[in-house]
């Protein structure tokens, strides 16, 4: 569908009432459309919406994709809607919009149908652990304290597990949490990369081979379910297994036995499996990318990793957790509080492993064992460099404006890295950009770049 207006909706949508003071929990409510009367109390951390069954808000609305919506719970009866890139869109009054905090009142457009926003004055939000931990999963935040909550119970289960997160949020790390938590304990715990898996011999490694099997198989090899009897078989990146073979990991869970390649020996196995991904495998399913039955199989418990970015509040006790891991009694390693407050502005395109390597290699370069804001410069963005670095250059209008824009851009990001690798020291920044003091000078005040105390 093209992006046109939507219809006309109450003025009451682009201006919402004011939730009562005090909190409580949004609600969302189906005013309109095939799931008309349907509701959401958004009680979790996160909640997703949309036509795929395994939402949790699920309108039949074939105008609607398959996972539309993703909801983030907010103080006051608020919510943080994101549109996840969805064709039709998700509409405001006129407005298409792509994230937006909404209070009680509002109405959004998705598809034929229109959803509302309200408030439930009694209801709390879900409450989760205790605890600071779970493993070696660590965090203070509402998100990550719903998680270890829900891993609390999920662990002693037999419950196959699908985990959902981005790159480096530590879907493994959870995976040897719920296994140590498990009681499956003293069992094997075995990782499979599905992104890694050599598409020839592919079900060699799931399966095993009996000798003879193929060309070069000269003795019998045990494969991924065999090793894992007995234990926790963790398959990470499970969006990228092969079609060809869902059907056969598909198989196995079912009826939990297995011939090896080249065998006719029916093997019992009997493991817990527990797979990650970094990819919305509903929307996968919607590509004809992945079998549903086996979605459905792999999520019998369903748990979210957020990103560092969601929860900035974890970022000093994932510093100071690092900082102990890499201290000796050598060099004990410490950081200060400018510098913590400085890593928890920054976007972490890389997540926890990133905040890691950072913390290691600042620990590795820091004097006297503290790390301080100027060890930390430039970091925290990725190898994509920083937000603004990513956004794409401006081309329109005339040549001679597109490249003034361009020295523009190259200037500030030049001048502001320069400066911070130089800890504000104007006279060492002059000696490695091999400019002039004063001119140097000059370039930052024009740049609002310039702090009067730079020595």
Aim: charged share 30%.
């Amino acid at each position: 569908m093209s992006d046109t207006a939507s219809p006309k909706l109450p003025a009451t949508e682009i201006a919402p009432r004011q939730a009562k003071q005090g909190g409580g929990v949004a609600r969302l409510v189906v005013t309109q459309g095939p799931g008309a009367g349907k509701t959401l109390l958004v009680t979790r951390a996160r909640a997703t919406v949309g036509r795929h069954q395994t939402n949790d808000l699920v309108i039949p609305d074939p105008r609607i994709s398959a996972t539309h919506l993703e909801l983030e719970r907010r103080p006051e009866g608020r919510v943080l809607v994101r549109d996840l890139g969805t064709t039709n869109g998700t509409w405001l009054g006129p407005h298409r919009l792509n994230e937006a905090e909404l209070g009680p009142g509002a109405l959004l457009k998705i598809g034929d149908s229109l959803v509302r926003v309200e408030v439930d004055d009694r209801a709390e939000p879900e409450r989760g652990s205790e605890g600071g931990r779970f493993g070696g999963l660590i965090g203070v935040s509402a998100e990550m304290r719903e998680l270890f909550a829900t891993l609390e119970r999920v662990a002693p289960s037999q419950l196959t597990v699908l985990a959902q997160g981005e790159t480096g949020t530590g879907k493994e790390e959870l995976a040897r949490a719920i296994h140590k938590h498990s009681p499956r304990r003293e069992g094997p715990f075995v990782v499979l990369d599905a992104a890694t898996i050599p598409p020839t011999l592919a079900e060699s490694v799931l399966f095993g081979h009996e000798r003879g099997a193929f060309t070069g198989a000269d003795a019998r090899h045990i494969g991924t379910f065999e090793r894992a009897h007995g234990g926790t078989l963790f398959i990470d990146e499970i969006g990228e297994l092969p079609m060809d073979l869902q059907p056969k990991l598909l198989r196995v869970l079912e009826s939990r036995t297995f011939s090896r390649v080249g065998g006719h020996e029916i093997i019992p196995v009997d493991f817990r499996l527990i797979a990650a991904t970094h990819r919305d495998l509903r929307a996968e399913i919607e590509a004809h990318r992945f079998r549903e039955d086996l979605y459905f199989r792999l999520a019998e418990a369903r748990v979210f990793l957020p990103p560092l970015r969601a929860r900035p509040a974890d970022i000093p006790l994932l510093a100071r957790h690092f900082l102990e891991e890499l201290s000796t009694s050598e060099r004990p390693l410490s950081i200060t509080e400018e510098a913590l407050r400085s890593l928890t502005l920054r976007k972490w395109p890389g997540n926890v492993r990133e905040l890691r390597n950072v913390i290691a290699r600042a620990a590795a370069l820091c004097q006297d064992g503290t790390i301080t804001e100027n060890d930390l410069a430039g970091e925290g963005f990725g190898f994509r460099g920083s937000e603004a670095e990513r956004e794409p250059l401006d081309l329109q209008g005339t040549f001679a404006e597109a490249k003034a824009r361009a020295i523009d851009r190259f200037e500030r990001a030049y001048l502001d890295a320069l400066v911070r690798r130089c800890g504000g020291n104007l006279s060492k920044a002059s000696r490695q950009a091999d400019v002039a003091r004063n001119h140097l000078r000059a370039l930052l005040k024009k740049r609002g770049l310039y702090d009067p105390g730079d020595t």
